[in-house]
């Protein structure tokens, strides 16, 4: 077989793999439609016993009956798992990519008001950077300012 003929069925084969990858990732991952079924979880350092239902910190507790809350004991006697997820589902498209990206998923919030609760829980209040910073304002630190201000509904940066 010739140099040409190798690279083609190198190729091929390489494809052949990345479908197989794909088509069982799309199987793996639930549809749309499930996405606003799932739990956010946060592990936070105290006992399970020091978490309850029916007094959660002021973020969660502002959602009131709209969420169902699971409390249970971490992996590995680690703290507590605190999770939450809607109660009520959205349209599909308000789990899309774009609601993520303008910021319109109604789990951005979920997000933020759990991460508020477990600094609350964990050190009684819910640490700020600086405001004003104490550096000068370069492009690269408006850049990252930016990012970081969009990162807060979903967690990342």
Do not use: F
Not at 1 to 30: E, Q, W, Y
Not at 120 to 132: H, K, N, S, T, Y
């Amino acid at each position: 077989m010739s140099a040409a003929g190798k690279s083609l069925t190198v190729a091929a084969a390489g494809l052949a793999a990345g479908a197989v990858v794909a088509v069982r990732r799309a199987k793996a991952h639930p549809s749309r439609a499930a996405a606003g079924d799932r739990w956010l979880t946060v592990t936070i350092n105290c006992a399970p016993h020091d978490v309850q239902a029916d007094k959660l910190p002021a973020p969660l507790q502002e959602y009131g009956d709209r969420i169902e809350t699971r409390i249970r004991p971490a992996p590995g006697d680690r703290g507590t798992e605190l999770g939450v997820r809607l109660r009520e589902t959205e349209p599909d498209a308000a789990y899309s990519v774009p609601a993520r990206l303008a910021g319109t998923d109604p789990r951005q919030d979920l997000r933020r008001a759990l991460r508020e609760a477990k600094a609350l829980l964990e050190a009684g209040e819910v640490l700020q950077p600086d405001a004003p910073p104490t550096t000068h304002d370069t492009p690269g630190g408006k850049l990252v300012g930016l990012l970081s201000r969009r990162a807060g509904g979903e967690g990342v940066l």
